[in-house]
């Protein structure tokens, strides 16, 4: 059983920070390429940034210049480094992976529960 959790999000006002953190953990032999998402309401869940296992990373048009993805591989951790925050952040952030556990020879796509991050204008 594989688990991701996420922590960090909160209210904060326009033009704050914000780090999210997302901890991989259970029956994990590899750990591929780690995201986050997003999904404001009444909108579909798009993609915000990732990172390979390698550290190369990609960003979503808005967010470039104001979040940094990051990871720690040896704790299976993912983070988001938010700054400059605006009311159009506001949204659920979900943390997804691809795992490989040690009985499969390819990866699947797990997600966290969700963290709510609000931005105040």
């Known amino acids: 059983q594989v688990q991701l959790v996420e922590s960090g999000g909160g209210l904060v006002q326009a033009g704050g920070s914000l780090r999210l953190s997302c901890a991989a953990s259970g029956n994990i032999f590899s750990v591929n390429t780690m995201g986050w998402y997003r999904q404001a309401p009444g909108k579909q869940r798009e993609l915000v940034a990732f990172i390979t296992s390698g550290g190369s990373t990609n960003y979503e048009d808005s967010v470039k210049g104001r979040f940094t993805i990051s990871r720690d591989n040896a704790k299976n951790t993912v983070f988001l480094q938010m700054n400059s925050l605006k009311p159009e952040d506001t949204a659920v952030y979900y943390c997804?992976?691809?795992?490989?556990?040690?009985?499969?020879?390819?990866?699947?796509?797990?997600w966290g529960r969700g963290t709510q991050v609000t931005v105040s204008s």
């Open positions: 997804n992976a691809d795992i490989i556990s040690p009985v499969s020879r390819y990866p699947r796509a797990y």
